[in-house]
Antibody, heavy 119, light 111 residues
Framework: QVQLVQSGGEVKKPGASVKVSCKAS????????IGWVRQAPGQGPEWMGW????????NIAQNLQDRVTMTADTSTDIAYMELRHLRSDDTAMYYC????????????WGQGTLVTVSS | QSALTQPASVSGSPGQSITISCTGS?????????VSWYQQHPGKAPKLIIS???KRPSGVSNRFSGSKSGDTASLTISGLQPEDEADYYC???????????FGGGTKLTVL
């Protein structure tokens, strides 16, 4: 069965960076993308972007393009999302999800990783 | 600010039907059939319940259905059950610059 398992919660200071991992299993990793969605406390989801596990191409939301890097390691079937120059409003639950490019949707989700930014 | 507008809340009694709207614009919902719907229970990850306007993934109850008219997509839940109480989000492809956006979400209360 398709599973996405994310790394554990993180507490970071403003200005630091965080790297969240997402281990995929139960399907052919390179046949899909991995997308990232974040959700601030009490708010709706925010679409962050996705990476093709096939060729590494990315589409990243404009407001995050200068701070976010998405990578995918096909030798381990692990995707990563790094967010730099953290601010307090980056505090959120970060989800990875399997992304279906032709349909622009997320069909399987990870359990989420809580990133807290606090001085 | 979300480019997709949803009602903040809807409610219904068990057995009834409700519809949640998702209004976009002529450049997103009206142009593309790339609208999906997600259900999210408190403390849980979102779950895909409708893809491409009206397709139901395997394992999703046929009580969930989707449609579109012009710039508005809709999710209908028939035969409401207590476990349907959750937040519902639409999501649509926008363009090659903004890519994709979620709606603001609708809280469904089953009375």
């Amino acid at each position: 069965q398709v599973q996405l398992v994310q790394s554990g919660g993180e507490v970071k200071k403003p200005g630091a960076s965080v790297k969240v991992s997402c281990k995929a299993s139960g399907y052919t990793f390179t046949s899909y993308g991995i997308g990232w969605v974040r959700q601030a406390p009490g708010q709706g989801p925010e679409w962050m972007g996705w990476i093709s596990a096939y060729n590494g191409n990315t589409n990243i939301a404009q407001n995050l393009q200068d701070r976010v890097t998405m990578t995918a390691d096909t030798s381990t079937d692990i995707a990563y999302m790094e967010l730099r120059h953290l601010r307090s409003d980056d505090t959120a639950m970060y989800y990875c999800a399997r992304f279906v490019p032709l349909e622009w949707l997320f069909d399987y989700w990870g359990q989420g990783t809580l990133v807290t930014v606090s001085s | 600010q979300s480019a997709l507008t949803q009602p903040a809340s809807v409610s219904g009694s068990p057995g009834q039907s409700i519809t949640i709207s998702c209004t976009g614009s002529s450049s997103d919902v009206a142009t593309y059939n790339l609208v999906s719907w997600y259900q999210q229970h408190p403390g849980k990850a979102p779950k895909l319940i409708i893809s491409e306007i009206s397709k139901r993934p395997s394992g999703v109850s046929n009580r969930f259905s989707g449609s579109k008219s012009g710039d508005t997509a809709s999710l209908t839940i028939s035969g409401l059950q207590p476990e349907d109480e959750a937040d519902y989000y639409c999501c649509s492809y926008v363009d090659s610059t903004s890519f994709e956006v979620f709606g603001g979400g609708t809280k469904l209360t089953v009375l």
